[in-house]
């Protein structure tokens, strides 16, 4: 027999409770948060959908290895382990350890960086763009337009736009550009998946222009799944070698363990250069650790050659985006409007066509997350102007392109009841949606004002 339901592909040995809240009490809590969600104690929340990194559950085999760790200053067993892991995954000869993406992130863009540069991607997420920008050089996204249409379906809505790659480097002279960066899946376009046709014709644009080509590639498995259903000439090939052909047309790789090899804390970065490998080294050990641990213990290196490896295994991606597929198509029959197709990690609602009444000035994305808190405990995460908008001079609102409520999934954490829950949240929130009005911000940090900021409810 054919079974329709795609079960979770475990069993659950340990288990965490969830606090149930009442209404009543959301609403003071939400209060006392001054109606940032960023601001809530983890206790007050019933499903956490705030981010897929550093949030997965760990196998028993991970725990294990987390027993098995060598916590050796130099040479560990479990260095060595997760330095074979991923030379065999990416191709890479040079494998550095960080203690997270963003660390990698800062040693390598500090090096490759500087005033003059400027960095080209398909679309850079924050600490990439953030660290590019602090070495003085400039970052530049360039997705195909698909990627700025919610509704228009695309197969693989986290493409670079080939053509406009070409006119840059035409533009910039391909000296100055620090590297070309494919982010996959790509985060901030809305988990997008990458095509390997892309990957293929951008590595040999950089290739005859002599530009270094990186890969983000924290989601690179789900990245795989996409290209292994969506792409011609793939569904026979094995997860793990469309992530290791895709590796291999790049000349180097970022990767955050938090998402897909995982770990709840890690991340390394690996390249095929040997002198870029030694100039990164060098900050490595000054800022991070020596280079047979970087920024982990032991036991942590253990887990992430053991999640790197689970990853791939075509039972548990199947779940993984068949999971969040889920959520997006149930959603979207409810008729919330959401990011077309869904991604691999997160399901994206489009706040600005959900509170067609609440004037950007007004926050309608925060205005989403905090009535899905109210009404459901679950906690979201605004990926629209109080995350990106800025101020003219005279103190007017520069909003952000897109008013989003990133709704993320933690790897096998949650069961599909939990969804269910979720999902049924947004009926309550569907009727009265035109009267609904939304917030006002009370104090702001200067900069990445979205984790401190306080707001009120308007009127
Ligand atoms: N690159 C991408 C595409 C990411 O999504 C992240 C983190 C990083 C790099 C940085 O890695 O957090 O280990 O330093 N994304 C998280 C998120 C924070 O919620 O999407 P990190």
Redesign the pocket.
């Known amino acids: 027999m054919h079974h329709k339901t795609i079960i979770e592909p475990f069993r659950i040995k340990s288990v965490e409770p969830i606090r149930l809240s009442s209404q009543e009490e959301r609403v003071q809590y939400l209060k006392e948060a001054h109606y940032n969600l960023f601001q809530l104690t983890s206790d007050r929340v019933i499903i956490d959908l705030?981010?897929?990194?550093?949030t997965s559950a760990m196998s028993a085999e991970q725990w294990g290895g987390i027993m098995r760790g060598d916590e050796s200053y130099a040479g560990a067993s479990s260095w060595l382990r997760m330095e074979a892991e991923i030379k065999d995954l990416t191709g890479f000869p040079y494998v550095l350890p960080t203690h997270?993406?963003?660390?990698a992130?800062r040693i390598l863009y500090s090096y490759l960086g500087g005033e003059g540069k400027t960095f080209i991607a398909n679309t850079h997420?924050d600490?990439?763009r953030a660290n590019i920008e602090y070495s003085g050089a400039t970052a530049i996204d360039i997705p195909i337009a698909e990627a700025y249409e919610p509704e228009q379906f695309h197969p693989f809505k986290g493409n670079m736009d080939t053509d406009k790659l070409r006119a840059l480097i035409e533009e910039k002279g391909g000296a100055n550009i620090g590297a070309v960066i494919l982010?996959v899946t790509n985060?901030?376009g809305g988990g997008q998946p990458v095509s390997m046709a892309n990957t293929r014709e951008v590595a040999a644009i950089c290739k005859e222009a002599g530009i270094l080509f990186l890969l983000?590639a924290?989601?690179i498995a789900e990245n795989a799944y996409f290209i292994h259903w969506r792409e011609e000439g793939f569904v026979d090939h094995a997860y793990r070698s469309i992530a290791q052909e895709m590796f291999r047309l790049a000349d180097g790789a970022?990767m955050?363990?938090?998402?897909d090899a995982m770990v709840n804390m890690g991340?390394f970065l690996a390249v095929k250069d040997a002198d870029i490998a030694d100039a990164c080294k060098n900050m490595l050990i000054i800022t991070e650790g020596y280079t047979t641990y970087g920024g982990l213990s032991g036991r942590d290196m253990e887990a992430i050659a053991i999640g790197l490896q689970e990853v791939f295994f075509p039972d548990y991606l199947k779940y993984r985006i068949r999971s969040t597929t889920y959520v997006g198509d149930k959603l979207r029959e409810k008729g919330v409007p959401i990011m077309w197709p869904v991604g691999g990690h997160a399901v994206y609602v489009d706040a600005k066509a959900f509170y067609p009444n609440i004037p950007v000035e007004e926050f309608p994305g925060q205005a989403l997350a905090c009535d899905l808190y109210l009404a459901g405990g679950i906690r979201s995460?605004e990926i629209g102007s109080v995350m990106f908008g800025k101020y003219t001079d005279d103190g007017q609102l520069i909003p952000a392109a897109t008013e989003l409520v990133r709704l993320?999934i933690p790897r096998r954490v949650y069961t599909q009841s939990h969804m269910d829950y979720m999902i049924e949240t947004f009926d309550g929130l569907m009727d009265n949606r035109d009267k609904r009005t939304g917030y006002t911000i009370t104090y702001e940090p200067p900069f990445l004002r979205h984790f401190t900021a306080n707001f009120e409810p308007k009127g």
Request: glycine share 12%; aromatic share 4%.
């Open positions: 705030l981010t897929d990194s550093g997270q993406g963003r660390a992130e997420f600490t990439t982010t985060n901030s983000d924290c989601r970022i955050s363990a938090k998402k991340g995460c993320a």
